[in-house]
């Protein structure tokens, strides 16, 4: 199993090259970042991740066309490849509730956005590229060198998306922990793997909060704000139970989170609710987590451990630590 950590890039850029140091020498594969207007920017952060580390990979979590046209995308993680000495993983998905809420950027045909862009990025890290679609006319574009060709894992929720993904990429990141989800999440994905005769060429990854207390009940406590907008979200009602949830549940919730009130919200979601996109308690119940999710055959997952200040967040690196080793 693989072992990632994401930074939210609300703190200075240099915080993450600090945290990216304290990840690298804990055993972490891989640090991944979001890409969001209101954040520090991805790039940055990660180029100076790259000029402070040696080993550690760098991902997006994630990237979208909608606010970065694809041959930029192609030149800034050509860019990040090279700094690196070869590190840099493309991370693409759709885009967040911003684009159609605050930026005018509505969100359509979302499954032919994602695969032109994979398509525009992956040919520029070799060669030229033409190509007219439904979202991009592009005619001899060229990137004035050569990276070579870059791992590309995609955002996916829902089936298509999934689907997609066995299709065309490295690996898919996705959220729930429940064996029902993980079941469905693996089917898809083989689906597609198998429509493109690429065999298991895609891996599953998963994306969870961790958060640590001896006192079990008051880590997930701790994670109910965080995994309300997981719960109670604007996805297909259809996956509810897929998530190992009630719909008559989460469906109130979901109205009490549109009314914007989302106090209420959080003290509506239960322990079991928590339980099925986080992790919360000691490090023995991380790690019978990691080996329940191991045993049904997920590649790696990518832990937001969190943490206010760099000493903070390294401590927590810290604390994991072991746990990764007992895994290896």
């Not at 304290?22 to 972490?28: D, M, N, V």
């Not at 298991?200 to 907008?229: K, N, P, Q």
């Amino acid at each position: 199993m693989k072992f990632g950590t994401s930074v939210w890039l609300d703190r200075p850029a240099e915080e993450t090259a600090a945290i990216a140091v304290a990840a690298e020498k804990a055993g972490f594969d891989s640090l991944w970042v979001p890409d969001h207007y209101f954040l520090r920017d991805s790039f940055v952060a990660l180029a100076l991740a790259a000029t402070s580390t040696s080993r550690i990979k760098l991902g997006t979590s994630v990237v979208s066309p909608l606010l970065r046209h694809p041959t930029l995308l192609a030149s800034s993680f050509a860019t990040l490849h090279e700094l690196s000495g070869g590190r840099a993983i493309v991370g693409v998905g759709t885009g967040g509730a911003e684009f159609p809420l605050q930026l005018g950027l509505p969100i359509k045909r979302s499954l032919s956005l994602v695969a032109e862009t994979v398509e525009i990025v992956e040919t520029l890290s070799t060669g030229r590229v033409s190509l007219s679609g439904n979202h991009f006319d592009i005619s001899g574009a060229e990137l004035g060198w050569k990276p070579g060709p870059m791992p590309v894992y995609l955002a996916a929720r829902g089936p298509k998306m999934l689907e997609l993904s066995g299709r065309i990429a490295d690996g898919v990141i996705t959220h729930g922990l429940a064996p029902s989800h993980i079941s469905f999440v693996t089917e898809r994905v083989s689906t597609g793997e198998e429509d493109a005769g690429r065999k298991g060429a895609c891996e599953i990854i998963l994306m969870f909060d961790y958060e640590y207390d001896e006192d079990r009940d008051a880590a997930v406590d701790r994670l109910r704000s965080r995994c309300t907008y997981m719960v109670a979200g604007s996805y297909s009602e259809s996956l509810i139970p897929i998530y190992g949830l009630a719909p008559e549940e989460v469906l109130p919730i979901r109205e009490v989170v549109t009314s914007g009130d989302l106090e209420r919200a959080v003290g509506m979601i239960t322990p079991e609710m928590v339980d099925a996109f986080e992790v919360g308690g000691p490090e023995g119940v991380l790690l019978d987590r990691l080996r329940e999710l191991e045993g049904l055959g997920v590649g790696g997952v990518i832990l937001s451990l969190g943490g206010n200040t760099v000493a903070e967040s390294v401590e927590r690196i810290e604390r994991v630590a072991p746990v990764i080793a007992r895994m290896q």
